[in-house]
């Protein structure tokens, strides 16, 4: 990054992200650790929360479903955006097909 072109922000931007998840994640947590402990229930008929794996699902799913709601509101949708996110998920990507179509090759043949 060149001086003086928007590095500072790019920081602080970073850093308010990096904040919101681990702030995000931590009252999660706290959360998720008072609905498991808790006794639910009246009189002498208390009982436990017994299906944390229902609940991690759960929140898995909102979290995709979050996630992709703000990656169509946020991200760029531009063939080089596509292009970056295609070669971080397939290690075998093929740039030029990607660019000029199957059987193509940046050479033109």
């Not at 500072?8 to 009252?27: A, H, K, M, S, W």
């Not at 947590?29 to 794996?53: M, N, P, S, V």
């Not at 991690?56 to 063939?79: G, K, L, M, T």
């Amino acid at each position: 990054m060149a001086a003086g072109t928007g590095g500072g922000n790019e920081r602080l931007r970073f850093i308010v992200c990096f904040l919101g998840v681990f702030v995000c994640y931590f009252y999660y947590g706290i959360l998720q650790e008072t609905i498991t402990r808790g006794d639910y229930g009246h009189g002498e008929k208390k009982e436990k929360f017994r299906y944390a794996t229902t609940l991690v699902f759960i929140q898995c799913i909102i979290n995709a479903v979050f996630a992709r709601i703000c990656e169509s509101c946020v991200c760029d949708q531009s063939p080089q955006y596509l292009t970056h996110q295609h070669q971080t998920l397939s290690p075998q990507f093929n740039h030029d097909q990607f660019i000029n179509g199957p059987g193509m090759s940046a050479a033109g043949g």
